[in-house]
């Protein structure tokens, strides 16, 4: 069976530092993966997808990158983070016989 | 006016009963319609998917898509305190293309 893994669960980072959250997924090859931003009371925005390796699509301007430098593995990075950035961050994956998008368990990021 | 819009609540209801969630949108292009609960603190799962017009159900979970109005419904029959989340509709036109969320609906059913 398919299973998405996203890590950390939570994170706390200063203004101005790197960041790096990390999605993989297993048991499906080929998956199209998204990286979405989850703002109370605001729905989820798609930050990114991707449809294979090295093909990255960005939805919104920001401070925000993703790579996706294997198959499987999908990964979302900031040179420099803003407090704006702080949110439920959501990896999910789509594909194969899946009808529509399997998540994560979410990143909860402050930027303090 | 965004593209998909739903009741924020929260919505309060007794257990047992009938829970209506409601979701509207504004292009006529959409065909494929999808449930999602999410918990606090965790990913969405998907619940419910249905193709075009009609109803779907599963369960104590009835979808239910009305393309003229542009509007979908999930109903809960016999609300259980373990359905107490965050509902999202999320729709797309065309398979292969990326889904438009709503911003959820946060349910509470009281024991």
């Known amino acids: 069976s398919q299973t998405i893994h996203q890590w950390p669960a939570t994170l706390v980072q200063p203004v101005g530092s790197p960041l790096s959250l990390e999605c993989t997924v297993e048991g499906t090859s080929n998956p199209n993966l998204y990286w979405y931003r989850q703002a109370a009371g605001r729905g989820l925005q798609l930050l990114f997808y991707?449809?294979?390796?090295?093909?990255i699509s960005s939805e919104v301007p920001q401070n925000l990158s993703a790579s996706r430098p294997q198959d499987r593995q999908f990964i979302l990075s900031s040179k420099k983070l803003l407090l704006s950035d702080s949110g439920f961050y959501l990896c999910?994956?789509?594909?194969?016989?899946?009808?529509?998008?399997?998540f994560g368990s979410g990143t909860r990021l402050t930027v303090v | 006016q965004k593209e998909v819009e739903q009741d924020p609540g929260p919505l309060s209801v007794p257990e047992g009963a009938i829970v209506s969630l409601n979701c509207t949108y504004s292009n006529s292009a959409f065909q494929y319609f999808m449930w999602y609960r999410q918990y606090s603190r965790k990913g969405p799962e998907l619940l419910m998917y249905?193709?075009?017009?009609g109803n779907k159900e599963d369960g104590r979970f009835t979808a239910q898509v009305d393309k003229s109005s542009k509007y979908i419904s999930l109903f809960i029959r016999d609300s259980q305190p373990s359905d107490s989340a965050t509902y999202l509709c999320?729709?797309?036109?065309?398979?292969?293309?990326?889904?438009?969320f709503g911003p959820g609906t946060r349910l509470s059913v009281l024991p």
């Open positions: 999320a729709m797309r036109r065309n398979y292969g293309q990326n889904f438009v």
């Open positions: 991707s449809v294979g390796i090295g093909q």
């Open positions: 249905t193709y075009s017009s």
């Open positions: 999910a994956w789509s594909g194969g016989r899946s009808y529509g998008y399997t």
